[in-house]
C-alpha cells in the first residue's frame, strides 16, 4: 500500500508539472524540471539523493526514478511523508543550501482524515509552519498531500493550484492554524494537532518576550522586571530608608528632639551643679550618661540613607559603643547607690574601693570589651551593603548584610547582659531609706530598656525590607527615651519647680 501511495504521488506531480510546462497560460516564459527519487522509507538513502539534488549530480541505481529532458538548477527539494529523514536530509544539506540559496521543503502526512458530503475521505492539505531560514531553508512544510482514495483529477487541481500559487507569490504563506503570537506571549502546542496549531500564552512574571511569534519568554536580569505588556525588561525600584519620605521624616525629627533634649537637660545640670540633687551619685557619671545618650541618638541617624560601606559599618558599631558606653554609667551609679548605703553602716569602709576613680576605671573597662567584640566582627566578617532581590518581586531592597551574625548577635547579647545586670542591681536597692533614692528611677528607666530590646528581636527579624531599619531605629530611640526621661526628668522637676526640697538635708532624709 506504500509503494502504491509513493507512486500515485509521484504520477500526480509529473502530470502536474507537465500541464504547466504545457501551458502558455500559467507559467509563461518559465519550465520546471524534476528529479524524484525513492527513498525506500531507509535514512540514509534519503540524505544520499537529497546530496545528490543539491550538488547537481546523478544518483545512479537508483529504484524508480522518473526524470525530465530539460536540465536545470534544483530551487526546491521536497521531502516524502516520514519526519526522521526529512530532519536527516535538513540537518545535512543546510550548509550546502546556505551556499547555494536552495529551499527544501518537508511533506508530512496528516493525522486526521477528512470526509466529503458523501461520506468519502478528502483531501488533506495542509501548509504547517512555514518559517523560511536564513539559509533558505523552508522546514517542516506540508505541500499538497492528498489522500491517496481521492479522484486523480482533483488531486491533480489541487497540486496545480497549489504550485501556481507558490510560484506567483511573493509572499510568505500564514499558517492556516493559529495567528502569530504578539510580544509579550510565547508559543504553547495544542497537544494532538499539528505543530502550526497553538496558543499564545501570556509571559510569567518577570520574564518578556519582544518578538512576534516567539517560542519562549526570556528572563529580565534581576535587577529588571517585567512590565505590564510583558515585552519589555524595566529596571527594578531600589528602596531604603531614607530622608525624603515620610517615615524617614519622622525617625530623623525624633533623634533630633532626643539629641536638643538631652542638651538642654546638660546644660540644666551644669547650670545647678553645685546643688545635691546633682551631686548625689557621682555627677561626673550623671555627664557622661547624658553624653552617651546623645549619642545613642545621633547614631540612630546612621541608619538613615542609602547603605554604603563606611555606613553599614559605621551604624551597628558605634550603636553597639554607645549603648554599652550607657548602661556602663547606669551601671556604675547603680553600685554607687548600693555602696553608699553600705557606707552608712557601722565599721563599714567600701566606698574607698568604688570611689570615682574606680567609677571611672569600670565604664572603661565595660565599654572596652564592646569595642574588642567590634573590632573583631570587622576584622573578620564586618558588614557590607547588599542588594536584595529575593524579598520582594519587583523592588530592589538595598540593605546592611550582617556580615558575621555572630558578631551581631554577640554586640545584642553583651548590651542585654549589661541591661540585665543593671536591672537586677536597681532592684536590689530601689527600698534603701532614701528621699530620692535613684535606684529607684534606674529601676524603671532598665525595665523600659529591657522590655523595648526583648520585643525589639521577634519584630526585627520578621519586618520585610526597610521596615526591619525602622524598626531597629525605633528601638535604639524607645530605650534611650527611657533612660534619659525616667532617670534625669524627675531631678529637672525638683531642680527647676521644687528647688526647696533640693536641700542636704532633705536628701538625707532620716
Not at 488531486?155 to 504578539?182: D, F, G, H, M, T
Not at 566606698?351 to 569595642?371: E, N, Y
Request: charge should be neutral; aromatic fraction near 10%.
Amino acid at each position: 500500500m506504500i509503494k502504491i501511495l509513493r507512486f500515485q504521488y509521484a504520477q500526480a506531480m509529473i502530470f502536474a508539472i507537465e500541464e504547466i510546462n504545457n501551458s502558455t497560460d500559467l507559467l509563461p516564459g518559465i519550465s520546471l524540471g524534476y528529479k524524484i527519487y525513492d527513498n525506500c522509507d531507509s535514512i540514509a538513502r534519503s540524505v544520499r539523493v537529497a546530496l545528490a539534488l543539491a550538488n547537481g549530480n546523478e544518483v545512479v541505481s537508483a529504484p524508480t526514478e522518473a526524470t525530465c529532458t530539460r536540465p536545470g538548477q534544483v530551487q526546491a527539494i521536497i521531502g516524502g511523508t516520514s519526519s526522521s529523514p526529512c530532519m536527516a536530509i535538513a540537518t545535512v544539506i543546510g550548509p550546502i543550501l546556505q551556499h547555494i540559496r536552495k529551499i527544501h521543503f518537508r511533506t508530512k502526512e496528516g493525522d486526521e482524515v477528512y470526509f466529503d458530503e458523501n461520506g468519502d475521505p478528502a483531501a488533506k492539505y495542509e501548509i504547517i509552519n512555514w518559517q523560511p531560514t536564513e539559509n533558505g531553508i523552508v522546514d517542516f512544510v506540508t505541500v499538497g498531500l492528498y489522500d491517496a482514495y481521492l479522484p486523480a483529477d482533483k488531486q491533480l487541481i489541487l497540486q496545480r493550484k497549489y504550485l501556481i500559487w507558490a510560484e506567483n507569490s511573493n509572499q510568505v504563506p500564514v499558517s492556516v492554524c493559529s495567528e502569530k503570537c504578539p510580544p509579550g506571549t510565547h508559543k504553547f502546542l495544542q497537544k494532538g494537532k499539528p505543530v502550526c496549531c497553538y496558543d499564545c500564552i501570556r509571559c510569567a512574571e518577570g520574564e518578556i518576550s519582544n518578538m512576534t511569534d516567539s517560542i519562549t519568554c526570556e528572563r529580565c536580569h534581576p535587577e529588571s522586571w517585567s512590565n505590564e505588556r510583558r515585552d519589555a525588561c524595566v529596571k527594578k525600584e531600589a528602596e531604603f530608608l531614607s530622608y525624603e519620605e515620610i517615615m524617614g521624616v519622622l525617625l530623623t525629627a525624633a533623634a533630633l528632639f532626643g539629641t536638643c533634649m538631652t542638651t538642654v537637660v546638660a546644660a540644666i545640670f551644669f547650670r545647678y551643679r553645685t546643688t545635691p540633687i546633682v551631686r548625689a551619685n557621682n555627677s561626673e557619671l550623671s555627664f557622661l550618661l547624658l553624653f552617651s545618650l546623645t549619642l545613642c541618638f545621633l547614631c540612630s541617624l546612621t541608619f538613615i540613607g542609602r547603605p554604603s560601606e563606611w555606613s553599614c559599618m559605621l551604624r551597628h558599631t558605634a550603636f553597639g559603643i554607645t549603648f554599652v558606653l550607657c548602661i556602663s554609667c547606669v551601671l556604675g551609679k547603680t553600685i554607687v547607690v548600693l555602696m553608699a548605703f553600705r557606707a552608712t553602716l557601722p565599721g563599714s569602709n567600701v566606698m574607698k574601693w568604688f570611689g570615682p576613680a574606680q567609677q571611672r576605671l569600670s565604664v572603661v573597662a565595660f565599654t572596652l570589651i564592646q569595642v574588642v567584640i567590634c573590632m573583631l566582627w570587622l576584622t573578620i566578617s564586618p558588614p557590607f551593603p547588599f542588594k536584595n532581590f529575593t524579598q520582594f518581586k519587583d523592588k530592589i531592597i538595598l540593605e546592611c548584610a550582617l556580615g558575621s551574625a555572630v558578631g551581631f548577635w554577640a554586640v545584642l547579647g553583651y548590651i542585654g547582659l549589661l541591661a540585665t545586670l543593671c536591672f537586677i542591681l536597681a532592684f536590689l536597692a530601689r527600698k534603701l531609706p532614701d528621699n530620692f533614692n535613684e535606684a529607684k528611677l534606674i529601676t524603671f528607666s532598665m525595665l523600659i530598656f529591657c522590655a523595648v530590646w526583648i520585643t525589639f528581636i521577634p519584630a526585627y527579624v520578621s519586618s520585610p525590607g526597610k521596615f526591619s531599619v525602622a524598626v531597629e531605629i525605633f528601638a535604639i530611640l524607645a530605650s534611650s527615651f527611657g533612660l534619659l526621661i525616667c532617670t534625669f526628668i524627675p531631678k529637672c522637676y525638683v531642680i527647676l519647680l521644687k528647688p526647696e526640697i533640693n536641700t542636704k538635708k532633705n536628701m538625707m532624709g532620716k
